[in-house]
């Protein structure tokens, strides 16, 4: 087992946590919007839509291994040229931060959560990314596959949980300081840029 691979799992989760993407931004618009436990709810149901894709992934990509490792190869490396595309998105987009909460309608928690799940669940760009990221980070070569993808599904739904709601419960602070410092669009901007590269990399090699 290799427990640097995990380290490096768990720095770039964070990294991909923290940087603004539809789901912490949506996190962020629903406690300013609605309320801080709002937030949460929602946060918990983006968190538990993982682990249906984290299943997907474990049961899918383990049988491909188990049939062709040179399969399992190419995935890998069509996952990282997919994380260079999604660097050179960023790269391409606008760094400003929006801040859509007016006419926002008001939710229950149980509203917050189904839909937080269900947007998760729903996307297919959330299933390739895991299908992008996850197979780079396999850290045994003993260790049952599914397993390890339901380790490493966990620890992202940790890192991710543990992140998400302090973004829920900072909510109105990050509005404050995200406007006052104009420039930490474009900070953040090129942390995803860089966490992107990065784990392409990572995996390439």
Avoid at 5 to 19: D, G, K, N, Y
Avoid at 25 to 43: D, E, F, H
Avoid at 95 to 123: D, T, Y
């Amino acid at each position: 087992m290799s427990y640097d691979i995990l380290i490096s799992f768990i720095i770039a989760t964070s990294a991909l946590a923290l940087s603004p993407g539809p789901d912490n931004i949506y996190v962020l618009v629903q406690s300013i919007a609605n309320g801080k436990s709002y937030g949460m709810a929602t946060v918990c149901g983006l968190i538990s839509g993982c682990i249906i894709h984290t299943t997907l992934l474990a049961f899918g990509i383990s049988a491909l291994i188990k049939a062709n490792e040179n399969l399992f190869l190419g995935i890998k490396i069509l996952g990282a040229c997919y994380l260079l595309f999604l660097a050179y998105k960023v790269f391409r987009s606008n760094a400003e931060i929006r801040f859509s909460a007016e006419h926002m309608p008001k939710k229950s928690l149980k509203k917050c959560f189904v839909q937080g799940f269900f947007m998760n669940v729903l996307n297919p760009k959330v299933t390739i990314f895991f299908l992008a990221f996850f197979p780079g980070f396999l850290f045994s070569e003993t260790m049952n596959t599914v397993i390890q993808f339901y380790i490493l599904g966990g620890i992202f739904m940790l890192v991710s949980f543990i992140i998400f709601t302090a973004i829920a419960l900072l909510a109105g602070k990050i509005k404050r300081y995200t406007l006052k410092h104009k420039n930490s669009g474009l900070v953040l901007k090129w942390l995803q840029i860089i966490v992107f590269v990065g784990i392409a990399i990572f995996i390439l090699t």
